[in-house]
Every structure is written in C-alpha cells, then in structure tokens.
C-alpha cells in the first residue's frame, strides 16, 4: 500500500481510501480497516550512544 499526503489528508493510491493519522481508513473501498501500528523510535546520535555505550558511531561525508 502507497500513502499519500493528499488535499483532504492521507490517501492511498491503490484504493483512494482516506486514513486519518491513527491508520484508519474513514471513507473508502476500506473504510473501518485499521492498519496495524509499527513502533519506531526517533534518537540522535548521542541519545543512542548513552543506551549503546560499546556502539560504533558511523558519520557520512558530505562533501
């Protein structure tokens, strides 16, 4: 499944369903489908690094 930030919220491109920011589809071939919830977690470097003392940090080159 494709989403996409459209006019009126998210929509995906496969059935033009409408999902709001909780991953129910409100309107729809889908709609009262509900996507299931994926944990993700947002760290900086240092915040990772106080958690994983023994880590390797890996910088890029951006030159």
Do not use: K, N, Y
């Not at 993700?40 to 910088?59: K, S």
């Amino acid at each position: 499944m494709t989403i996409e930030a459209g006019p009126t919220g998210l929509v995906d491109r496969e059935t033009s369903s409408h999902w709001d920011i909780f991953g129910r589809a409100t309107s729809g071939p889908l709609r009262g489908a509900r996507l299931d919830p994926i944990v993700a977690v947002d760290h900086l470097w240092f915040d990772w690094r106080a958690f994983h003392p023994g880590g390797r940090v890996v910088g890029i080159d951006r030159a």
